[in-house]
């Protein structure tokens, strides 16, 4: 091992307490929704907002006009980030158009929904009194967040339009993505009630109120928190994932989900919630504890597994620079994590609008060289990003290196130009306890 190795590898364990960024201590509580009519308010708020911006972003990316539409049941991406609260799809066909710079006292923003060639004749009308000479339409073949339109509804709107203005169609890549991408100053409140509303569940869910060691399975608390988000009124957009981690189970679904949790285990979530068009991801782990032990008998190894994990969301948070492509990111990240002294893996995600969301990506857990495309694509700041990644730490007492996966939401801050937890991050680990008089046979490895 290089002596900058060693150096960093010393410094791990105190980087976490030497962070300048506020980690979250107090007990995450469930936070309540409000009731639905106030919820549609607030969307219909951030969405005005939002829309807002267009007309500077057209500005940005030297684009005249930009054109959407749809039909019922056959979206574009983009339409989910901009209707009303009360609409839960397309009707008939639903046709928007921006304006970056109107003439005349003509308005920035046109929608039609309309089933007749009557919209064709309006746009065209608008066409020839603004003579845009740029109209962009969300074509990319490989993004999402700029492919949405259909190539039926392609054809039918040059078609429909003519030749004169089909001339004029462009794609511009990064207008649809930003716009998806930005999150409004009026998000964060909720956003971080969120996120702390999916804390509480998973410190409920790894606690002894829900595991009865040797008798739950994963499976089981996977179900009990899918049913406690129900309950809450929020909802999810993926299945919560459980495992018991052992140095084979990663990714999580290739554990076994039924076979139950037992004293020394160390289980592993990954868990986010849904509500007031936002989500949430996040990964923390908990240990099972052998009755009458306390947090004082959690296996040091343990601990220094965690620690290294949060040495490496440090890492990434501070590569993270606006402007900087994906690509560049995790290039700086991953050689910055290997001159510590840390073997691990990084894949971050834009999240909040869509859990997986608009924007560069830093990483997939197969390409740690590069991601093609969305790792191309430069930073935005105003976004939400999930800080996903593992770092690997060899457990003696298991005689095996263990991947210790953590997962949390960072929102970019205009006033510190840095990245921050929206809520926290795990730096200890969820204890299951058992009182020392409730024993249960098991056969845990710690």
Same mark, same amino acid.
């Given at each position: 091992?290089?002596?900058?190795? *060693?150096?960093?590898?010393?410094?791990?364990?105190?980087?976490?307490?030497?962070?300048?960024?506020?980690?979250?201590?107090?007990?995450?509580?469930?936070?309540?929704?409000?009731?639905?009519?106030?919820?549609?308010?607030?969307?219909?708020?951030?969405?005005?907002?939002?829309?807002?911006?267009?007309?500077? *972003?057209?500005?940005? #990316?030297?684009?005249?006009?930009?054109?959407?539409?749809?039909?019922?049941?056959?979206?574009?991406?983009?339409?989910?980030?901009?209707?009303?609260?009360?609409?839960? !799809? @397309?009707?008939?066909?639903?046709?928007?158009?921006?304006?970056?710079?109107?003439?005349?006292?003509?308005?920035?923003? #046109?929608? +039609?929904?309309?089933?007749?060639?009557?919209?064709?004749?309006?746009?065209?009308?608008?066409?020839?009194?603004?003579?845009?000479?740029?109209?962009?339409?969300?074509? $990319?073949?490989?993004?999402?967040?700029?492919?949405?339109?259909?190539?039926?509804?392609? /054809?039918?709107?040059?078609?429909?339009?003519?030749?004169?203005?089909?001339?004029?169609?462009?794609?511009?890549? =990064?207008?649809?993505?930003?716009?998806?991408?930005?999150?409004?100053?009026?998000?964060?409140?909720?956003?971080?009630?969120?996120?702390?509303? @999916?804390?509480?569940?998973?410190?409920?869910?790894?606690?002894?109120?829900?595991?009865?060691?040797?008798?739950?399975?994963?499976?089981?608390? %996977?179900?009990?928190?899918?049913?406690?988000?129900?309950?809450?009124?929020?909802?999810?957009?993926?299945?919560?994932?459980?495992?018991? =981690?052992?140095?084979?189970?990663?990714?999580? /679904?290739?554990?076994?989900?039924?076979?139950?949790?037992?004293?020394?285990?160390?289980?592993?979530?990954?868990?986010?919630?849904?509500? &007031?068009? *936002?989500?949430?991801?996040?990964? $923390?782990?908990?240990?099972?504890?052998?009755?009458?032990?306390?947090?004082?008998?959690?296996?040091?190894?343990?601990?220094?597994?965690?620690?290294?994990?949060?040495?490496?969301?440090?890492?990434?948070?501070?590569?993270?620079?606006?402007?900087?492509?994906?690509?560049?990111? &995790?290039?700086? !990240?991953?050689?910055?994590?290997?001159?510590?002294?840390? %073997?691990?893996?990084?894949?971050?995600?834009?999240?909040?609008? +869509?859990?997986?969301?608009?924007?560069?990506?830093?990483? =997939?857990?197969?390409?740690?060289?590069?991601?093609?495309?969305?790792?191309?694509?430069?930073?935005?700041?105003?976004? #939400? #990003?999930?800080? %996903?990644?593992?770092?690997? $730490?060899?457990?003696?007492?298991?005689?095996?290196? *263990?991947?210790?996966?953590?997962?949390?939401?960072?929102?970019?801050?205009?006033?510190?130009?840095?990245?921050?937890?929206?809520?926290?991050?795990?730096?200890?680990?969820?204890?299951?306890?058992?009182?020392?008089?409730?024993?249960?046979?098991?056969?845990?490895?710690?």
């Amino acid at each position: 091992m290089r002596a900058s190795q *060693l150096v960093g590898l010393a410094t791990v364990l105190a980087a976490t307490c030497c962070s300048a960024t506020t980690v979250s201590r107090k007990a995450p509580q469930l936070q309540t929704l409000p009731p639905l009519r106030e919820q549609a308010d607030i969307v219909d708020s951030w969405t005005e907002d939002r829309k807002a911006l267009i007309p500077g *972003l057209l500005r940005k #990316y030297g684009v005249d006009a930009w054109l959407m539409s749809q039909r019922e049941y056959a979206e574009d991406t983009v339409f989910w980030a901009l209707k009303d609260a009360v609409q839960f !799809s @397309a009707r008939r066909r639903t046709t928007h158009l921006f304006l970056a710079s109107p003439k005349n006292g003509a308005k920035s923003a #046109y929608s +039609w929904i309309d089933n007749t060639p009557a919209v064709w004749a309006e746009l065209r009308k608008i066409f020839e009194e603004q003579q845009p000479r740029s109209i962009a339409l969300n074509t $990319h073949p490989e993004i999402a967040f700029a492919s949405g339109l259909h190539a039926g509804e392609l /054809e039918t709107i040059a078609t429909s339009l003519g030749e004169e203005w089909a001339d004029r169609f462009v794609l511009e890549t =990064m207008l649809p993505v930003e716009v998806v991408a930005t999150m409004v100053p009026g998000r964060l409140p909720w956003y971080r009630r969120m996120q702390e509303t @999916a804390w509480a569940i998973i410190e409920e869910a790894f606690s002894e109120k829900v595991i009865v060691p040797g008798k739950s399975t994963p499976q089981d608390i %996977e179900w009990w928190m899918r049913e406690k988000i129900q309950s809450l009124n929020y909802t999810t957009w993926f299945q919560p994932g459980v495992n018991i =981690m052992t140095e084979d189970t990663f990714p999580a /679904e290739d554990s076994d989900g039924n076979r139950p949790i037992k004293y020394g285990d160390l289980i592993h979530t990954d868990f986010g919630v849904t509500a &007031l068009g *936002l989500n949430t991801d996040t990964q $923390h782990i908990g240990y099972v504890l052998y009755p009458g032990e306390t947090e004082a008998n959690v296996p040091k190894s343990l601990i220094e597994g965690l620690k290294k994990v949060n040495r490496l969301q440090d890492i990434v948070r501070e590569n993270m620079k606006i402007g900087m492509t994906g690509n560049e990111i &995790l290039k700086a !990240s991953v050689k910055q994590m290997h001159d510590e002294g840390l %073997e691990g893996k990084i894949y971050c995600h834009p999240t909040g609008e +869509w859990g997986h969301s608009a924007g560069t990506v830093i990483g =997939m857990t197969n390409l740690q060289d590069g991601v093609p495309v969305l790792g191309d694509l430069p930073l935005l700041k105003d976004t #939400y #990003y999930s800080i %996903e990644l593992f770092a690997e $730490h060899f457990v003696p007492e298991r005689n095996r290196t *263990l991947k210790f996966a953590q997962e949390e939401d960072v929102y970019w801050d205009a006033e510190t130009e840095s990245w921050e937890w929206v809520y926290g991050r795990q730096e200890e680990y969820l204890l299951v306890r058992t009182p020392a008089e409730a024993i249960l046979e098991s056969s845990g490895e710690l």
